[in-house]
C-alpha cells in the first residue's frame, strides 16, 4: 500500500453551469474485536474517471429500487431528524439502504438482521442480499457527515457518511469479495494506518470523526454535531447538523 497521498487527479470540468449532484451514500463499519479498532476500506482501480486508485468506504450512488425495498427497521429518530435537513423522509430511507446495498455489492458484508426469510422484492441485488433470511436494518447506523463535491467536477455527489459496528455484519467478517468491482485490496485496518493511504480530502474528514466516536456510548455519538461539507465561491464551508 502506498504511504503517500497523491494529489487530486479528478477530471475539471469546463467552466459554466456544475452539474448537478448526485445522492449517495457510504458505510463505514468499525470491528471492535481487536486491540485497536479498525474499519473496512478498499481501493478504487485506475480505471475509475472519479476518484481512480483512492482508498474509499464502501458506497456510491442512491438507485431508484432502494425505494422500493421494506428494511426490517428505519432510520434511528434522531439520524432522521438531521437527514431531514436537506432531503425527504422517502429519500432518508432510501440512503440508508443505498449505504447496505453499496456495501453488499462491493464487499459482499450482509449488514442487517436475520428474519428467517428472503425478502419479497424483484430486485435481483436485494434478492441476493436476503437469500440467507437477512434483512436491512437501519437502526444500526449512526449518520456521522455530509459532503457535496465540489464545484466543475465532471461527475458530483451529495454523499452521506453512515457508521456501524461490525457486530451487524451476518456472516465472517473475512469473506470479502467486490463482485462489482469497484474496490480492489480491501482491508480491514486502523484509522491511524487509513490516514497513511491515499485518500481524498472528505475521505480524511471523516476517519476524523469515527476516531471522535468510536470510543463513545450511542447516545454521546448522538449528541455529537454532524458535519456537512460544501463549496462556496471556491471555499469549502463546514456547517453542523
Known amino acids: ?18 452539474v448537478r449532484p448526485k445522492d449517495a451514500s457510504t458505510l463505514i463499519i468499525v470491528r471492535r474485536d481487536r486491540a485497536v479498532p479498525e474499519i473496512l476500506m478498499g481501493r478504487r482501480s485506475d480505471g475509475h474517471d472519479f476518484l481512480p486508485n483512492k482508498f474509499v468506504f464502501p458506497g456510491g450512488r442512491v438507485d431508484r429500487g432502494d425505494n422500493m425495498v421494506k428494511p426490517h427497521s428505519d432510520l434511528r429518530p434522531e439520524v432522521q431528524s438531521r437527514l431531514l435537513k436537506g432531503c425527504s423522509p ?14 453488499f455489492e462491493e464487499t459482499g ?13 424483484r430486485s435481483a441485488v ?7 433470511g437477512v434483512a436491512p436494518a437501519l437502526d444500526i447506523m449512526s449518520y456521522i457527515g455530509r459532503a457535496i463535491t465540489p464545484p466543475f467536477r465532471h461527475k458530483r455527489f451529495d454523499a452521506r457518511f453512515f457508521m456501524t459496528d461490525a457486530e451487524h455484519i451476518a456472516g465472517d467478517l473475512h469473506e470479502l469479495s467486490d463482485a462489482s468491482g469497484e474496490l480492489l485490496e480491501i482491508h480491514w485496518l486502523p484509522v491511524s494506518e487509513a490516514k497513511l493511504l491515499e485518500l481524498q480530502g472528505i475521505t480524511l474528514l471523516m476517519l476524523d470523526e469515527v476516531e471522535r466516536r468510536v470510543n463513545l456510548t450511542e447516545r454521546k455519538a448522538a449528541e455529537l454535531p454532524v458535519p456537512f461539507y460544501y463549496f462556496r465561491n471556491g471555499k469549502r464551508i463546514a456547517e453542523a447538523h
Open 126 to 132: 436485494w434478492t441476493s442480499f436476503s437469500q440467507g
Open 90 to 103: 422517502t429519500k432518508a430511507r432510501a440512503l440508508g439502504m443505498a449505504a447496505v446495498r453499496e456495501t
Open 109 to 121: 458484508l450482509i449488514v442487517g438482521r436475520h428474519t428467517g426469510q428472503p425478502m419479497a422484492t
Open 1 to 18: 500500500m502506498s504511504q503517500q497521498k497523491s494529489q487530486n487527479t479528478q477530471q475539471i470540468k469546463k467552466p459554466g453551469r456544475a
